[in-house]
Structure formats: C-alpha cells, structure tokens
C-alpha cells in the first residue's frame, strides 16, 4: 500500500462509527490470531529447527504450507517443518482430525469414520495408522 493511501486509511478511522471501529478491531484481531497460529508451528524463542533429513541446523524460511512455516535445509536442500518426523507430519485437512477420531472413538469402522469426516478411504487408513502411533500424553 502507498504511504499517501495509508495517511487516508489513518485519517479515516476518526469518521468511523462505533460499529465500523469494532468490526476493524474484530478484523485485526483476526489477522493476529492467525498469525499468532503459525507461529505455534515456530519455536517459542524464534531459534531455527534442525533439519530431521540429515541432522544440521542451518535452515532458511522457505514459505509457508497450509498455514504452516516452512524451512529448507541449507546443506541438503530439503524442505520440511516442525512436524515432520513425527506421526502427524503431512497430515492434511487437520480440521477434520477431530472428527475422524471422534467416530473411530465411537467404534465406528475406517470406512464409516471416513465418510462421515468426509476424507478418501485411503486417507483414513493411513490416519488411523498415525493416531494410533501418536504417543498417549498422561491427562
Ligand atoms: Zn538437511
């Protein structure tokens, strides 16, 4: 955006009502709670990953996937992100997990769990495999 078209938007904001100004906060409120998501995929501290394919740790920021940051390996040139390595690594339509663990949950069968989350059948037989290697977390 120009400077000169961002000191209008600024200006702006004196003339807006108070619906309008709470729907801008609602709005950036958002953006921050999106971002603040993405950053769940980073270190807490900012530090950069080591690269679960050969061991360095001379990553760079490669983008990001799905909401998720990126890196690349500098000496093997290989991309990845925080998860890989582990059981949930490239798992897609993670808003659909829940669902999918729900009805296996339920004692429903693969295929039965799959259309109800709406994911392929092949899909749902290789989740079913990962859920059941995530380490079960004592709560
Ligand atoms: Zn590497």
């Known amino acids: 955006m120009r ?13 807006l009502t ?11 409120g958002n953006m921050e709670h999106e971002q603040g998501e993405t950053r769940l995929l980073e270190r807490a501290d900012g530090s950069l990953p080591q690269c679960p394919h050969c061991g360095t740790s001379d990553p760079v920021r ?31 339509y993670k808003e659909r997990w829940r ?10 069968s693969i295929r039965k769990s799959a259309e109800l989350s709406g994911i ?4 749902s037989f290789r989740w079913q495999h990962r859920f059941l290697n995530v380490p079960a977390r004592p709560k």
């Open 120 to 123: 392929h059948r092949n899909t």
């Open 62 to 92: 490669w983008g990001q996937s799905q909401g998720v940051q990126r890196f690349r390996c500098r000496k093997c040139g290989r991309t990845f992100n925080l998860l890989t390595g582990t059981p949930l690594a490239r798992l897609r």
């Open 18 to 28: 108070p619906s309008q100004r709470q729907r801008l906060l609602d709005k950036i």
């Open 3 to 15: 400077d000169s078209k961002f000191q209008e938007l600024i200006g702006s904001i004196d003339n």
């Open 99 to 108: 669902e999918f663990a729900e009805a296996m949950r339920e004692g429903k």
